[in-house]
Structure formats: structure tokens, C-alpha cells
């Protein structure tokens, strides 16, 4: 009797190919999921774009100075005063008189040094004294130049410009005082200031807002 027929057993692969196969499968699967998303780091550990972290050491360096150093002359007069938040932008008068009836005449003009306050560039204090007025009808706006001044708070950001370069200052406080108390101090020895003086109309005819900034550091422009 012959043997029934029987049909030829499939053979298995040899291991290296079963192997490369594996292998090749598991990488098409691993780029497949990392198109999607799926994958969110690639085999070395290095995130790629679009994921939803960073390492901090990826971003720019932090922290460095805001102000970058610039040549500075000793001894200048400012050209201009000007507070962003404010919106003021104003050129600043540099007369060499003490008389009162010429430092009002100079006023309708605008902003003025007065000429025994520092320059810029140098220790000491530079004093910036300007008109404020809050009449419903005022013909020359130099009257209401310094209106918005006592507005400004703690760490605000002044601007003197001269020579080229923008000296910035920070203000320090804001105050009222009345003219027959208060002093400014324009020694050198109180450091590198800015003082800016105006009236205080709705208070009285002897009231002053008095502001004070430090110095930070000078850019050119």
C-alpha cells in the first residue's frame, strides 16, 4: 500500500533574515509614529521641533545689561527730555542766568536747566524745571509741558538726550513740597541724579511736584 500524499512542509526563514527583517520592520514603525507625533525624543535623547518642552539651555543667554556702554563726554548739556510713557518729547533749554524774570521768559519756551545743576556725564544733580497748568484754555502748550509729570511712578523710564548719546534715568519718587520749604541738593557727592520741578496748580500757587530718578547708564542713539 502506498503512502498517502503529503503536502511539503513550509520551511522557516534562517535566523539572519528573520533578524534584518525585524529589524527593518521596527524602524518603519518607529518613523511612522514619530510623523505623528508618537514619538516625542529621537534614539540620542534630542528633542526635536514641536514638542512641547525646551531645554534651558537651548535659549539665548539671559540676564546680560540692558544698557550697552557707550563714550561718554564730561560735561554736557541736554538737548532733549524725553519720557515715553508720557508721550513727552521736548528740547531743554541751557541758560547761564539766575535771573527769575529771564528764566519765565525762558519757560514760555519750554523746559530749562537750571545753571548751577550738573551736566551730564558728570556726578551731581541735573535740575529740569518746566510750566504746568490745568486752565480749561491755555494758548501756549510750553505751559503745560510738565502737566503729566507727577503721573510717573517708582522704576518709570527718563530719557535726556545729548551729544549723540541717550543718558537714561530711573525714577525714584514723586513728592509735592512748597517753595519756601524745600532745598535741592546739587552737590556732586549725592551721586548721578536727575530732578525734574514743576507746579502743583490744583494744590496752591506755592506748591511743587518734585521728581526724582538715579542715573542708569548712557547708549548711543
Do not use: W
Amino acid at each position: 500500500m502506498e503512502p498517502a500524499f503529503e503536502a511539503p512542509r513550509a520551511q522557516k526563514p534562517p535566523k539572519p533574515v528573520f533578524l534584518a527583517t525585524s529589524v527593518i520592520i521596527f524602524f518603519l514603525s518607529l518613523s511612522a509614529a514619530d510623523s505623528v507625533g508618537f514619538v516625542p525624543c529621537s534614539l540620542d535623547g534630542t528633542c526635536s521641533a514641536g514638542t512641547d518642552s525646551v531645554a534651558l539651555s537651548n535659549l539665548p543667554q539671559l540676564g546680560e545689561a540692558v544698557v550697552a556702554p557707550a563714550p561718554v563726554a564730561s560735561g554736557v548739556l541736554p538737548d532733549r527730555l524725553i519720557i515715553p510713557s508720557l508721550d513727552l518729547d521736548l528740547p531743554v533749554q541751557n541758560p547761564d542766568t539766575r535771573d527769575i524774570s529771564a528764566l519765565d521768559r525762558l519757560l514760555e519756551k519750554g523746559p530749562v536747566r537750571y545753571v548751577d545743576s550738573a551736566k551730564l556725564g558728570v556726578p551731581g544733580n541735573v535740575l529740569i524745571f518746566a510750566h504746568s497748568s490745568h486752565l480749561p484754555i491755555v494758548h501756549n502748550q510750553m505751559y503745560r509741558a510738565f502737566n503729566r509729570i507727577p503721573e510717573l511712578k517708582a522704576g518709570d523710564s527718563i530719557t535726556v538726550e545729548a551729544g549723540g548719546n541717550a543718558y537714561l534715568y530711573s525714577v525714584v519718587s514723586v513728592r509735592t513740597a512748597d517753595v519756601d520749604d524745600a532745598v535741592i541738593d546739587l552737590s556732586p557727592t549725592i551721586g548721578t541724579k536727575l530732578t525734574l520741578v514743576t507746579c502743583d496748580t490744583l494744590t496752591g500757587k506755592s506748591a511743587r511736584y518734585i521728581l526724582e530718578a538715579n542715573f542708569v547708564g548712557v547708549v548711543a542713539k
